[in-house]
C-alpha cells in the first residue's frame, strides 16, 4: 500500500513539474510582428483588417515607417488616393526609411497622381528611381516594377502638358516609339500611354 501510494505520489509530483514548467509567460505582439501580419492580409486582399495590423503597429511604435508604408499600400488599395498619400507622407519623416524608403515614395508617387498632383507625383516618382534605379516591390514584384514609376512620370508630364518630357519618360519604355509632339503626336501618345497602362 505504501508502495502504491509513493508510486502515485511520485507520478503526481512529476505530473505537476511538467505542467508548471510548461507554463509561461504571456508573449505580447511587437510593431515588427503587427506590420508582417498586415502585410500578409494585404497578400490576400484583406485590405482593411490590414489597415487595423498596421495601425496597431504604428500606435506601439509611431517612428516605425514600415507600418505607415503599409498604411498608405493598403489605402491606395481601397482608393483613398488622399489618405494614402498623407500616411506615405508621414512615413518619410521617420528615421528607418533605408529599407522601404523606394516603396514610400514610388506609392506617394502613385496616389499623387491619382490625385492629380502631376508635379509632385514626378518628383516622388524620380526620387525612388534615384534610390533604387531596378525598383521592385518587395511585397509584390509581379505587380509594381521601376516600369509603373516611368510610366507615372509619363502620365503626369502628359497631365501637365509637358509632352516632349512625357515622351522622354514613354520613350524609356519602349524606344521604338515615334518622337512626335506635335498635335496628331500627342493623341498618340495618349492612345500610347493607354496602351502601357493596360500592358505593364
Known amino acids: ?18 505542467i508548471m514548467g510548461g507554463c509561461r509567460d504571456r508573449i505580447e ?8 501580419y498586415g502585410w500578409e492580409l494585404m497578400a490576400d486582399s ?8 498596421f495601425e496597431a503597429g504604428t500606435d506601439l511604435e509611431a517612428s516605425y515607417a514600415d507600418g505607415w508604408n503599409g498604411l498608405g499600400w493598403a489605402f491606395a488599395r481601397l482608393g483613398a488616393a488622399d489618405t494614402s498619400a498623407e500616411r506615405f507622407t508621414t512615413a518619410a519623416t521617420k528615421s528607418d526609411t533605408t529599407i522601404v524608403g523606394t516603396e514610400i515614395l ?22 525612388a528611381l534615384a534610390l533604387t534605379p531596378d525598383w521592385v ?19 503626369a508630364f ?6 516632349d518630357s512625357c515622351l522622354v519618360w514613354v520613350q524609356k519604355l519602349d524606344e521604338t516609339f515615334p518622337a512626335d509632339t506635335t498635335l496628331s503626336g500627342r493623341s498618340q501618345l495618349a492612345a500610347k500611354l493607354e496602351d502601357l497602362r493596360g500592358g505593364l
Open 1 to 18: 500500500m505504501k508502495r502504491k501510494l509513493c508510486i502515485s505520489m511520485g507520478l503526481l509530483v512529476s505530473l505537476l513539474a511538467l
Open 29 to 36: 505582439p511587437e510593431t515588427p510582428d503587427y506590420v508582417e
Open 46 to 53: 484583406l485590405y482593411r483588417a490590414a489597415i487595423v495590423q
Open 106 to 127: 514610388a506609392g506617394r508617387s502613385f496616389a499623387r497622381l491619382a490625385l492629380g498632383q502631376f508635379s509632385l507625383a514626378v518628383g516622388d516618382a524620380k526620387g
Open 137 to 155: 516591390f518587395r511585397r509584390d514584384p509581379a505587380a509594381l516594377t521601376y516600369r509603373h514609376l516611368y510610366l507615372t512620370a509619363a502620365t
Open 158 to 163: 502628359y497631365g501637365q502638358g509637358k509632352f
